[in-house]
C-alpha cells in the first residue's frame, strides 16, 4: 500500500513544478544582480518611451498655447525642467523597479529551496 504522506509530498511538489516552478527556475537562472539589473534596464527604457509618448500628447493638446509663447519663454529653463522631470520619473521607475524585482528574486530563491528540501525529504522516504 503507498504510503499517503509520500503521496500527497509528490502531489505538491509536481503541483509546483508545473506552475510556479517555471517561473522561479527563469528567475534563479540569472545572478541575483544580473536579474535585477536587466530588469531595471527595461524599466529605463519603458519609462523613457512612456515619457516621451506623454510628452508628445501633452504638447500636442497644448500646440497653440505654445506657439504663442514660446519667444517669451526661457527656453533654457524649460528644458532644465523637462530634463530635471524626466529623471525624476526614470529614477522612480528604477527605484521601484529594484524593490519589486529583489523581492521577487528572494521570494523565487526561497520557493526553490523549500522545494529541494522537499525533494531531499521525499528521496529519504524511498531508501526507508
Do not use: H, P
Request: charged share 20%; glycine share 6%.
Amino acid at each position: 500500500m503507498m504510503n499517503e504522506e509520500k503521496v500527497i509530498l509528490m502531489t505538491r511538489l509536481a503541483s509546483y513544478e508545473s506552475n510556479e516552478g517555471k517561473k522561479d527556475i527563469s528567475i534563479v537562472n540569472y545572478f541575483k544582480g544580473d536579474y535585477i539589473g536587466f530588469q531595471i534596464l527595461k524599466s529605463v527604457i519603458a519609462a523613457t518611451i512612456a515619457f516621451f509618448a506623454l510628452s508628445g500628447v501633452y504638447i500636442f493638446y497644448n500646440f497653440e498655447e505654445l506657439m504663442q509663447n514660446i519667444y517669451k519663454m526661457d527656453l533654457l529653463s524649460f528644458g532644465k525642467d523637462v530634463i530635471t522631470l524626466y529623471l525624476c520619473v526614470v529614477g522612480a521607475y528604477g527605484v521601484i523597479t529594484y524593490v519589486l524585482f529583489t523581492y521577487k528574486y528572494n521570494k523565487a530563491k526561497k520557493n526553490l529551496r523549500n522545494y529541494y528540501i522537499n525533494l531531499k525529504k521525499l528521496a529519504g522516504m524511498y531508501d526507508k
